[in-house]
């Protein structure tokens, strides 16, 4: 006997495309990121803030949320900028060019630019007086000049006037400047560096600087100037964004401290705010405790100012890989209070429960105050505003609820917030209890044939409203997804019903979403689907019967070919089996698979044996699991005989 020849193979190719997919969102105004920090300044008139690129000769101007709204390039090493007090014009110092560079604050368009006579600087600038503020040099020599914007240089006037630090003032490095709009026509100037310890109040209202106050350098007060800050409404100066020292009768004094933190700036209204590591932190005038903490970015603050009118801060801080982005930092003054909320994890539905929590603050909160309620349940999706609870003086609450329906019950308390304090909520969960329901599917284990037509019924029991359910089918293999078959109401029965095509095994579920009162439930089931199958015979010379059983008849030297036609699947294969009839019984010869195309076909040579009066059998078949994949129920064809004669 002769076993199976190699079936003539079938070879299809398959084409790969690749897709390149662009997402795509909601358009968003660009945010300022510069490479190194040239300068940081806010415009009250225009609320814009205005921000210098030392490395690219860029600044940008935003408005108070951050977004690019202007910007302009050619400011060559700029350092530094200031807004005149009518906040039209920007002032940068550009130290590649040696300039004063004046920028319409609408537009950033150039107004004007002011040579500046040195080969070092300007580097720091401040406007006070209606002039511009700009200190130059180098070590040792390092000096006060000024820009009057009022005069025409086709005047005959050079508006830049240099040398202008008071007799008895050195400034041996080029200083950090300062002004407040609370202190018109005052001027503070610090050396820059570890190794500088002077610094100045100079009175700039007159035709020449007049000196105030001024330290020279012994390294007892102050050890390195870094940061100079003129204090609103006193005669102070905060150093390093630390230290308070005070000014009378020409000379400084140090009285008293902050936790510390670079760099700072004073609001108008005497609140400072200090950078410090990945914080920024605001504090009441010659207050130790914080108002507010803001956690800006793991990679420190190169920058801030305050809005003129106390309203945010603005901040560059650093990024992940480089470089720096200005952030805005909303209601600086206000104090962020602590509130907690606590719910029992789980309760009974229509049963009295507790729930108790504390409202704190750094800030003393004032008495008497009144947080709101709101319960969120199934039935109260947008939430039921419940009676306000007063807060005691310790600072705790406590409430009582009879939650109405079950399932996730959140209960949210909200502090308004008042004028020294921002608005804060809290919220807990409660797990409240539902009853459960019956829900049921039949035909659950069952087989049908390919392409069957099958009702499924779900059944469900008592609930409180809901009397939907959605029933799913859920094909076997990854190529098809699970999907909503039907959704609604079951009838006066309880019942809903739906038809699926088997075409695959197929996994059927009917879910419950859950009401008020009663919890929700999903129930599922697994049906099975056979392959549709068939085989055909050729080479065959005819049919005829032996005894009760019709044969496919061939010549001894005739090889039969099996061509079988299966429903398709991607690598599927289909087992052919074949059976000798040998003394009173049929014996198994072999078993092989054989790949489909993809028109579901395989056509197999059995050969030839060469010798007359064998008769045999074949048999197609799909064994799950074995057949090249487990999407549908091993299925079997029934056998066709053959006969070979001479």
């Given at each position: 006997m002769r076993s199976i020849s190699t079936a003539t193979a079938l070879a299809v190719l398959f084409g790969s495309a690749a897709l390149s997919v662009v997402a795509t969102g909601t358009a968003s105004a660009a945010t300022a990121n510069i490479t190194s920090p040239g300068g940081l300044v806010a415009d009250g008139a225009l609320k814009r803030v205005f921000v210098g690129d030392s490395s690219t000769g860029w600044v940008v101007g935003t408005d108070y949320s951050g977004n690019v709204v202007a910007s302009v390039s050619g400011i060559s090493g700029v350092s530094a900028l200031t807004v005149s007090d009518d906040g039209s014009t920007v002032y940068a110092a550009a130290q590649g060019s040696h300039e004063i560079v004046a920028l319409d604050a609408t537009t950033l368009n150039v107004k004007a630019r002011y040579p500046v006579t040195t080969s070092k600087g300007p580097l720091h600038l401040a406007f006070s007086a209606g002039k511009v503020w700009f200190t130059y040099g180098d070590q040792w020599d390092g000096n006060l000049g000024s820009v009057d914007p009022a005069t025409d240089p086709a005047s005959g006037t050079d508006p830049v006037t240099l040398g202008l630090l008071p007799e008895g003032v050195s400034i041996y490095d080029p200083g950090f400047l300062d002004t407040a709009a609370s202190r018109p026509g005052v001027l503070a100037i610090g050396e820059t560096g570890i190794s500088t310890d002077s610094m100045a109040v100079l009175d700039v209202s007159g035709a020449t600087p007049q000196k105030i106050a001024y330290y020279n350098r012994d390294y007892t007060l102050n050890s390195g100037i870094w940061d100079i800050d003129l204090v609103p409404g006193a005669d102070e100066v905060l150093v390093n964004g630390y230290l308070r020292d005070a000014y009378a009768n020409g000379a400084f004094t140090q009285v008293g401290t902050y936790p510390g933190g670079m760099p700072a700036d004073i609001a108008p209204d005497g609140t400072v705010a200090l950078a410090s590591g990945t914080s920024i932190a605001t504090y009441k005038p010659n207050a130790t405790k914080s108002i507010r903490t803001y956690a800006v970015a793991p990679y420190g603050t190169a920058d801030l100012t305050w809005a003129p009118d106390n309203s945010r801060i603005f901040a560059l801080v650093g990024k992940?890989?480089?470089?720096?982005?200005?952030?805005?930092?909303?209601?600086?003054?206000?104090?962020?209070?602590?509130?907690?909320?606590s719910a029992p994890s789980s309760a009974a539905?229509?049963?009295?429960?507790?729930?108790?929590?504390?409202?704190?603050?750094?800030?003393?909160?004032?008495?008497?105050?009144?947080?709101?309620?709101?319960?969120?349940d199934l039935e109260s999706t947008k939430g039921k505003a419940l009676p306000t609870v007063t807060v005691k003086a310790n600072g705790t609450y406590s409430f009582t609820d009879t939650?109405?329906?079950?399932g996730t019950v959140t209960y949210k308390v909200s502090y308004a917030g008042d004028a020294g304090h921002a608005a804060v909520s809290a919220s807990d969960k409660v797990a409240v209890s539902r009853a459960a329901t019956t829900l049921s599917l039949n035909n659950n284990g069952k087989l049908y044939g390919y392409g069957a037509d099958v009702k499924f019924t779900a059944h469900l029991g008592k609930t409180y409203k809901n009397r939907t359910v959605a029933i799913y089918?859920?094909?076997?293999?990854?190529?098809?997804?699970?999907?909503?078959?039907?959704?609604?109401?079951?009838?006066?029965?309880?019942?809903?019903?739906?038809?699926?095509?088997?075409?695959r095994d197929t996994a059927v579920s009917a879910v419950f979403a859950g009401d008020a009162r009663y919890a929700s439930r999903t129930v599922k089931v697994t049906a099975y689907?056979?392959?549709?199958?068939?085989?055909?015979?050729?080479?065959?010379?005819?049919?005829?019967?032996i005894g009760s059983t019709s044969y496919y008849w061939f010549h001894k030297n005739?090889?039969?070919?099996?061509?079988?036609?299966m429903s398709y699947y991607k690598n599927r294969q289909e087992r052919l089996d074949l059976q000798v009839y040998y003394n009173g019984r049929w014996y198994d010869s072999d078993s092989e698979y054989f790949a489909l195309g993809t028109n579901g076909k395989v056509a197999v040579d059995l050969g030839a044996p060469g010798q007359s009066g064998i008769k045999a059998r074949v048999r197609s078949a799909y064994i799950n699991g074995s057949s090249g994949d487990t999407v549908n129920s091993t299925t079997y064809t029934g056998w066709k005989y053959l006969y070979f004669s001479n």
């Open positions: 992940s890989g480089g470089g720096y982005t200005l952030k805005a930092l909303t209601d600086p003054e206000k104090n962020v209070p602590t509130l907690t909320v539905r229509a049963k009295k429960l507790t729930v108790s929590g504390k409202l704190s603050a750094t800030v003393a909160l004032p008495a008497g105050v009144k947080l709101q309620v709101t319960r969120t939650p109405p329906v079950g089918s859920d094909p076997f293999g990854g190529d098809k997804p699970k999907k909503l078959v039907k959704t609604g109401k079951v009838n006066s029965s309880g019942n809903l019903t739906v038809t699926v095509d088997m075409t689907a056979k392959v549709k199958v068939s085989e055909a015979i050729s080479r065959h010379y005819k049919t005829a019967k005739s090889a039969p070919v099996v061509t079988t036609t």
